[in-house]
């Protein structure tokens, strides 16, 4: 099968196309137009990039297995407890943030439930110790602020 | 002589006690980066780089941190290698063939020693090529002018997927992806560019987060897929009964090896695992039938791992003289350089003298320190391998998350980062190789600069791009390094899968 290539060049020339587009409605730099003005550049990567995604549809590698069904949901899982990591990084403060999230992702990995958030936890308070007081360094404390020790 | 007094200067800044301090915490860091599983070498000073912002540390402390962070990685990526016959990275392979018979024999210690001697020596002959070398290639990069520079960046991209690349049109492809992300943000006449008006993008986007994204998120998502929670068996070593007689016997190899890996890392295109390939052969061929190569010969283990380190010094020459870097982790380097606003190439020998020479003179502090540490830390690092990658990996991605929030306290710069792992893994499973991305994104604006100056010069003539004779040899090399992989690759990717095959079977 070599499906994947094939639909990468697809979208990478639609790239090419629209990124050559976009250089094209660049507004005409303050003190006129020079022999290379901003859109030069990005011109030459849409021409290259065009034509070797058009060689990718043409001469295709065979395929990688995608995961789909169980895996493909894990890594779907990792994703999102990544992004509300970052999501809730401020508003839970890191300790309890990092607590979840290591601990969700070592969980999903493989590690019993326990141990998994127990080293979420653990690892969650060093490194916010060790940033706070040995590199001074403030991470957000979030739910946990009456802590604070100013 | 003017070099010896700058690298006396190099010694004085290396030896200062918290450079010195640094550096043994680098490599330190860098030997457990190199051991763990899953954690590349690039990857690793990738994740560092923002810690040493947060750190705070003055430029040379930083660099001089982070080239014993490199130095100690390829250390590390031996242990593992020689103790479960899993090679840390594609280099670390040809140590595999005899390392892990060795291992198998109870000769598991020695053959650590054996490799820490041989990584000693291939990068004390590759610090001193270094040395020598350096120095006269800036003087030469002087008389480069745009247009040439142009064209040497075209060079480093066509080459980047080596020799034994597999499909150069994908380097082509990933290049394109990484410049094309570079010219986001307000270029140099005030435009704005592929911003959609939004403020995060104005300065552009940070490739500190890029490399992170791309490797240490990507890395974790490889593992979930892989389902590689567990930890590996663990590898009783015994004690270590090395004597003089032994390391009598490896020391030319490791000379061998360590010219050879020089002279790859060094070359565009090759790399260590050409360099390593290379070491071991030869060493096939010098010793010949005495040996008994791929059933436990300390010379086959002290050959390649020569090379292999040799070849990661020797990567440094184009990326320090030239500002052009030729491995993923140099790429690394180059970025920890752009972002203490130095600009690497061949002034940088003049204008950041001290800086140089003391990274060079910290490689050289630092191989000593690596070979100091590894005998008699190395069952602590065996340890480490048994580590399992479910509680390592999540660990390792929160460290990533604090580095890179540390950088601006955004949280915006955190759903890059994740994007930009998401997009690694769909590259990984294309096949479409990162560093040229990376290397996209650190030389993008220099490229485009020197093509403006280029054009300034000529007044808009773009015959100028291959007007001088230097200008043309890079043409005709950047178009060879992507022609050549689809003669020369497939035969040696043929023979190294036989010599690696061979070697596993030989081992059963």
């Known amino acids: 099968m070599t499906f994947n290539d094939r639909i990468f060049g697809v979208l990478m020339l639609v790239l090419a196309v629209a990124y050559g587009w976009g250089a094209s409605q660049f507004p005409e730099p303050f003190g006129g137009a020079e022999s290379i003005g901003p859109e030069t550049f990005p011109y030459l990567l849409a021409v290259v990039l065009g034509l070797s995604s058009l060689y990718m549809m043409v001469r295709p590698d065979p395929d990688n297995a995608w995961p789909w069904s169980r895996t493909g949901l894990e890594l779907v899982v990792a994703v999102v407890v990544l992004l509300l990591y970052a999501g809730l990084l401020q508003p839970l403060g890191f300790i309890v943030s990092t607590a979840l999230a290591v601990g969700t992702l070592c969980w999903r990995m493989g590690a019993a439930p326990l141990k998994a958030y127990a080293t979420g936890l653990v690892s969650g308070v060093v490194v916010f110790l060790l940033f706070s007081f040995a590199l001074d360094l403030s991470l957000p404390l979030g739910v946990l602020s009456f802590l604070e020790v100013s | 002589m003017e070099t010896l007094g700058f690298l006396i200067d190099g010694f004085g800044v290396a030896l200062a006690p918290h450079n010195l301090m640094f550096a043994l915490m680098g490599a330190f860091l860098g030997t457990l980066i190199g051991a763990l599983p899953g954690l590349g070498p690039a990857n690793g000073v990738a994740i560092l780089i923002p810690l040493a912002f947060t750190l705070g540390l003055a430029p040379e402390t930083a660099l001089i941190m982070l080239t014993a962070v490199y130095a100690g990685a390829m250390y590390g990526g031996r242990i593992s290698s020689i103790l479960l016959n899993i090679p840390g990275d594609e280099p670390a392979m040809m140590t595999c063939l005899d390392g892990y018979p060795m291992a198998q024999q109870g000769k598991a210690s020695e053959a650590l020693a054996i490799s820490a001697v041989a990584s000693f020596i291939g990068s004390l002959v590759a610090t001193i090529g270094l040395i020598l070398l350096a120095p006269l290639l800036a003087d030469f990069a002087l008389t480069f002018g745009p247009a040439e520079y142009f064209a040497l960046f075209l060079l480093a991209f066509a080459t980047l997927g080596g020799i034994t690349g597999k499909n150069p049109m994908k380097t082509v492809v990933a290049a394109a992806i990484g410049l094309m992300i570079s010219t986001v943000g307000i270029d140099s006449t005030g435009v704005q560019r592929y911003t959609f008006g939004t403020m995060e993008l104005y300065e552009g986007i940070d490739f500190i987060i890029a490399i992170v994204g791309l490797f240490a998120i990507s890395e974790l998502l490889f593992f979930i897929e892989e389902k590689a929670g567990g930890g590996k068996e663990k590898m009783a070593v015994n004690k270590l009964s090395l004597t003089w007689r032994d390391i009598r016997n490896i020391l030319p190899s490791s000379f061998r090896g360590g010219v050879l890996g020089f002279i790859a890392g060094v070359l565009p295109g090759a790399g260590a695992s050409l360099g390593s390939f290379i070491g071991y052969t030869l060493e096939k061929k ?199 992989p689809y003669i020369v690759g497939p035969i040696l990717r043929r023979r190294m899968r036989v010599a690696t095959g061979a070697g596993s079977s030989g081992s059963d």
């Open chain 2, 286 to 484: 010098v010793v010949g039938n005495k040996g008994y190569f791929g059933k436990g010969d300390p010379r086959g283990v002290a050959g390649p791992e020569a090379g292999n380190n040799g070849a990661s010094s020797g990567a440094l020459v184009p990326m320090l003289t030239l500002g052009v870097p030729g491995s993923g982790t140099t790429a690394v380097l180059l970025a920890l350089l752009i972002s203490l606003n130095i600009t690497p190439g061949p002034l940088m020998f003049t204008q950041n003298a001290d800086i140089v020479w003391g990274v060079i003179a910290a490689l050289l502090i630092g191989n000593f320190l690596l070979l100091v540490l590894n005998i008699p830390l190395v069952g602590i690092f065996v340890k480490l391998l048994s580590v399992p990658p479910m509680y390592l990996l999540p660990i390792v991605t929160m460290i990533a998350f604090v580095g890179i929030y540390s950088i601006s306290n955004t949280v915006f710069d955190l759903y890059f980062m994740v994007a930009f792992g998401v997009a690694g893994y769909i590259f990984r499973k294309l096949e479409i190789p990162l560093v040229p991305i990376i290397l996209g994104l650190l030389l993008g604006p220099e490229m485009e600069k020197n093509l403006r100056h280029a054009m300034d010069i000529s007044d808009g003539d773009w015959t100028i791009l291959w007007n001088s004779g230097l200008a043309i040899g890079l043409w005709v090399f950047a178009g060879l390094g992507l022609i050549l």
